[in-house]
């Protein structure tokens, strides 16, 4: 059976289980959950309104939580956890990577994560501790402790055996990590080198050297950056005195990825990149009224512009009608440079060295697309309300609006990022106030000198 | 040495090859070139401007180019790849993956393109051609065919010497596929099951069966989205008889990630994600003036809305001045709802099974901040004009451009993904358009009706 059936019966899947959960189906329900794979189940929670989703997380297998909880969005993720009991959840941490099951102790209260903690076997419990000991966004954060380790004066020969008698090996292991007397890493040996290796050549003469090991303290997204461009499928996490201390695998580093660009995403409209489609309306909205909260501000900000011009408002109805169209073109414009700018900042293709390069190209484009705006708006103007003065003026604003939203766009971010704010969120609401205000000014501006 | 060292250090060397270049120190920077990995002197490239890119390319050792040409943003790909002769190329194809010289001939005019393949030699023609053969965006435009095969019915043993015989392995490769007399994929076999398995016994008897193979035909977006639940590493590819044809990788799958998550973020602000940082200005002007004239459409809709009460504005000036904030805060409230569908909608969220649930709660999380922000705003209109009976007309604006915000901020991506226009980029502009319309009119109207 060929994987594109498979990828829309998931989809079927998805619509019948929440047909049967409205009908009150619930055996049927039961009996579809333990036919589907952990991920799927996970994909199903997030899809599901919230109601739905306690029913659901009821009905499913609990010796399936640890794995589906693994896969599941942070903010849905918080929202089941928050309703389980410390020793249920110390059971479903077995089912899951040591990375995961710090994240989840993180954003549960201090006593009941401590609870949970006390409830796991000694080893475990290590483990996670050493995890949570690490920042969350930096490498010891996502790594796990999952790793096959081997002497570099042993033969291939020796290796394979051992692997043979171990049996299974960590998932996504595409490499054994070979230390020393001292638990310092000194290299690597792929498994593909280990396979089309000689049986009695030393594991020292056939390993990569340890150069490419991540330091513990490294940034999430630096990780998934040099993870995308070394193309690596797992790489060894060492300290500061090159102890091998864990393993980050590719498929955490996608988690990231993604993460990473949603957040631009949704940063740039003002919404935080966990939140749940189907998250609470009361903690929603009050989210959200944050970031309305910053437009009032800005919106009050033009008013207060127009309110400065208040007598040629007055005098002629015709350039309030028409004052809004010189903003909006601003905001537009501004808000391709700005995001231009942001995956600019995010890929690292900005900095110091080509800033002044961007910076004139941005505000050449505006110009070009400020001379082609500004003719055709003037015409349309003088078109419609057979007024040449106002054309020109209309036209004026246009240019000067457009050059300063692509000047604006380019340095906002910058500075932002400078000033460690991120740009993606601030950016997009200070870029749009300037424009309003700029585009507010020059063509009030013009239109009382000129005209009353 | 960590790895964290090495990643300043490569900042830094960007920045060092840029002065030199600018100095004109060409020596020095080729002797840098030299050194680096072709995917630091892809980001190099890319992060540097128009100019100095040409003179980079000049100065890369032209073995390296096809590894460089490998790793780089279409945009910067196309515009390198435009100004190289077709023997040349065809010689830098030697060194790319299958499905990037597919890509990269796909960009070129026909001749050219026909020019390079007849200087290829045999074996890669048909590989390549075999890949053109497929659209650009399925998993056969984006699959490799460098795989290993096996029979089911030898030993482990067997498969050991004949891997030490080959001496290398295909880059990423976690599995070993099994096939029939006619290449029908019949399962594969992971190295660490090679590794853990004993050599005596059969290949069949340990391999996974061929459920999960991807179909030739399935879009790139759908195969990301496998990879992702499924933590794979490579899967292989089989065409509608289930003949093995290909295998897809995962550092191929993080770069369709990315680039699906970057579409949303540029699509929504009108951008091309393809769109180079340094693109030529006159280029990215037509680009963008498509956008900024989808916006002057929008902005003469809302003049002429104003235009209607050309009379009422005459009246009152408190009016005009007023007039932009209840359209503004009704684009920015739109616009979060309209981030969160297009999320859920690319992540398969949402369906015909929630949209009801999440269309009501959008709505109400518009009532409650519509609430809020009307008396808010009411009150600092009351207190700035003193005028109650303007305080109440923009709250009642307000208040009903906030919950159309929401309504609209469902409704239209998910309207504009079942006419298959695409969500993320016609849907800000729709929503802006509606809360625009709505708020002056319902502002502008009741001020008609009540104050004049």
Redesign the interface.
């Known amino acids: 059976?060929?994987?594109?059936?498979?990828?829309d019966q998931a989809?079927q899947t998805?619509?019948e289980v929440?047909?049967a959960l409205e009908n009150g189906r619930f055996v049927y329900v039961r009996r579809q959950l333990q036919d589907m794979?952990p991920?799927?189940i996970a994909?199903l929670l997030?899809?599901?309104?919230r109601k739905s989703r306690e029913v659901l997380w009821q009905l499913t297998d609990p010796e399936d939580y640890g794995e589906i909880l693994d896969?599941l969005n942070e903010d849905v993720k918080d929202g089941l956890v928050s309703k389980m009991a410390p020793e249920k959840l110390a059971e479903a941490t077995e089912g899951m990577d040591t990375d995961d099951v710090a994240y989840v102790l993180r954003s549960l209260p201090d006593d009941v994560s401590r609870e949970v903690l006390s409830q796991m076997d000694t080893a475990d419990r290590l483990r996670v501790e050493t995890a949570l000991s690490y920042p969350e966004d930096s490498a010891g954060g996502i790594m796990n402790t999952d790793f096959i380790t081997i002497r570099g004066d042993v033969d291939i020969d020796v290796v394979?055996r051992y692997?043979?008698m171990?049996?299974?090996?960590p998932?996504?292991?595409?490499a054994l990590y070979v230390i020393d007397d001292e638990d310092m890493l000194i290299g690597h040996l792929s498994?593909?080198t280990?396979?089309?290796?000689?049986p009695d050549v030393k594991v020292a003469d056939v390993m990569d050297d340890a150069?490419?090991?991540?330091?513990v303290?490294?940034s999430d997204s630096?990780v998934a950056s040099?993870?995308?461009?070394?193309?690596w499928?797992s790489?060894p996490v060492?300290d500061?005195q090159?102890h091998l201390v864990g393993r980050i695998t590719?498929?955490d580093?996608?988690?990231i990825?993604?993460e990473d660009?949603?957040h631009?995403?949704?940063s740039?409209?003002?919404?935080d990149d966990d939140?749940d489609?189907?998250a609470p309306?009361?903690k929603?909205?009050r989210r959200?009224?944050v970031?309305?909260g910053a437009?009032?501000l800005?919106?009050?900000a033009?008013?207060s512009v127009?309110?400065m011009f208040?007598?040629t408002?007055?005098q002629m109805?015709?350039i309030?009608?028409?004052?809004?169209?010189v903003?909006?073109?601003g905001g537009?414009?501004g808000?391709?440079t700005?995001?231009?700018?942001?995956?600019?900042l995010a890929?690292?293709?900005?900095?110091?060295?080509?800033r002044r390069?961007?910076l004139l190209?941005e505000a050449?484009?505006g110009l070009?697309?400020g001379i082609?705006?500004a003719l055709?708006?003037g015409g349309?103007v003088v078109a419609w309300k057979s007024n040449w003065v106002l054309g020109g003026i209309i036209s004026a604003a246009m240019l000067t609006n457009l050059v300063v939203a692509g000047i604006a766009g380019v340095t906002i971010p910058i500075l932002l990022k400078k000033l460690n704010i991120d740009p993606a969120l601030a950016g997009g609401m200070a870029l749009t106030t300037i424009t309003?205000v700029v585009g507010l000014s020059v063509f009030l501006g013009l239109a009382t000198l000129l005209i009353t």
């Open positions: 059976m060929a994987e594109q059936i498979e990828f989809h998805l619509q929440s047909e794979e991920e799927d994909h997030e899809a599901s309104p896969e394979l692997l043979r171990k049996g299974e090996l998932e996504a292991t595409d498994l593909a280990l396979l089309t290796s000689q150069d490419e090991a991540i330091h303290e490294t630096d040099l993870f995308e461009r070394r193309d499928v790489a060492v500061s090159q590719i498929d580093v996608v988690d990825i993604r660009a949603e631009s995403m949704m740039m409209a003002g919404m939140e489609t189907f309306v009361v929603s909205a959200r009224s970031w309305l437009n009032v800005a919106a009050l033009a008013a127009s309110n208040e007598a408002l007055e109805a015709a309030a009608i028409l004052m809004t169209i903003p909006s073109m537009v414009a808000n391709q700005i995001a231009l700018v942001i995956r600019g890929l690292g293709h900005i900095g110091d060295s080509n390069e961007l190209k050449a484009i070009l697309n082609l705006w055709i708006i349309i309003d």
